[in-house]
């Protein structure tokens, strides 16, 4: 059973640039979650894909996107970046409605300069 | 108001004792879920123990439990026979079922002494 695989690990980047994170799920998972956790701070939820489509979401700009494949894996998209999006993105996958059973990758350490 | 507040910045205990890390919760959603997370200083999170609103005991996972107390809105976390290893941020966390969303605490970091 593979585990919950991010990409990349580390990356840098300009304001006002655009990026996109990757996330694959664990075998069997179709739900996906993505988390903003700024240094020294709990992480934030951005949103959550059940089946290719958003299933809620927190309180972030719309210049935070997503999307869900068909295999379950998972894009996070932001655009224009700022100083302050620099943080450690995780997601976590699990089945719906099961939340006890959320599987945290190991994050994508985002620096914006 | 905070969604989940975690008072204790920081914590010492000594190996072998147990520790309780402390979090209160605030929802209008009368279905809900409580977690709790370590994430050692290498970055992955884990995931420890679950209690739903609707379950009548204390939930239990090995030397974890949870302390639930519904009308108190309170959620603490209690580690029996710490272990030197179990010296991480910890993290308490609740998702909102009706309303889909998922809120966590600031945290508290705890050092287990020898």
């Known amino acids: 059973e593979t585990g919950v695989t991010q990409s990349p690990t580390h990356l840098i980047k300009t304001r006002g640039q655009q990026v996109t994170l990757r996330c694959s799920s664990q075998?069997?998972?179709?739900?996906v979650s993505w988390y903003q956790q700024a240094l020294g701070q709990g992480p934030q939820f951005i949103f959550q894909?059940?089946?290719?489509?958003?299933?809620g979401r927190g309180n972030f700009p719309p210049r935070f996107s997503g999307l869900q494949f068909p295999n379950y894996s998972s894009e996070l998209n932001v655009n224009a970046l700022e100083l302050d999006d620099s943080a450690l993105y995780l997601c976590?996958?699990?089945?719906?409605?099961?939340?006890?059973?959320?599987?945290f990758g190991p994050g994508t350490r985002l620096t914006v300069t | 108001a905070q969604k989940i507040t975690q008072t204790q910045p920081g914590m010492f205990v000594q190996e072998k004792e147990a520790v309780t890390l402390d979090c209160t919760y605030d929802?209008?959603?009368?279905?809900?879920?409580l977690f709790w997370y370590k994430q050692p200083s290498s970055g992955e999170m884990i995931f420890l123990i679950y209690?739903?609103?609707?379950?009548?005991q204390n939930a239990t996972e090995g030397r974890y439990s949870l302390n639930f107390q519904k009308a108190r809105k309170s959620a603490n976390l209690v580690i029996s026979a710490s272990q030197l290893g179990d010296s991480a941020m910890y993290f308490c966390?609740?998702?909102?079922?009706?309303?889909?969303?998922?809120?966590f605490g600031s945290g508290t970091k705890l050092n287990v002494k020898p």
């Open positions: 976590a996958s699990s089945l719906a409605r099961e939340w006890d059973e959320q599987y």
């Open positions: 075998s069997g998972h179709n739900t």
């Open positions: 894909y059940y089946r290719e489509e958003e299933n």
């Open positions: 929802t209008s959603d009368p279905s809900y879920g």
């Open positions: 209690q739903g609103s609707y379950d009548q």
């Open positions: 966390a609740m998702r909102e079922v009706n309303f889909n969303k998922f809120y």
